[in-house]
């Protein structure tokens, strides 16, 4: 992949904020590919979303494109085709949605969040045991902290 010196300073400026651009519901569904397939072209991100939605080849550009300004995504330029790179790895964008959505609908409240999710769709036992195992991990190191 060849980086040119706007990607290089992007890339450094992420570093330092540690958080990125929230995306939007489209940019979402185009990073889920990237995130799933690895570096794409535009072709290859629009025909795996051909089947789940109708957008035209020009739109899936143009919304890759808003991605680069963004800085969402990174495009390699040294081919014909760009390829697209996602900037940031599937978990630091929903740390960073939770966080946002954690602030402006629950008050900051994590409790809130998890109990409005929870209520909201059926969970699975293996979901639930995954839940249970991060609470105790939460407490386990709570106890330690504390003298």
Known sequence: ???????????????????????????LHLLAVLWE????TVRQIHDAIAGEKETGYTTTL??????????????DESQRS?????AYEPHETRRQLVRDLLRRAFAGSPAKLVMQALSEQRTTPEELAEIR???????????????
């Open 1 to 27: 992949m060849s980086l040119t010196t706007y990607d290089v300073r992007r890339i450094l400026t992420r570093m330092a904020k540690k958080t990125g651009p929230k995306p939007t519901e489209a940019e």
């Open 62 to 75: 143009r919304i890759l494109q808003k991605m680069t300004d963004k800085g969402l995504v990174l495009r």
């Open 82 to 86: 760009h390829v697209y790179h996602a």
């Open 133 to 147: 195992a991060l609470l105790d991990e939460i407490e386990s190191k709570g106890r330690k902290q504390k003298p």
């Open 37 to 40: 397939h690895g570096p794409s």
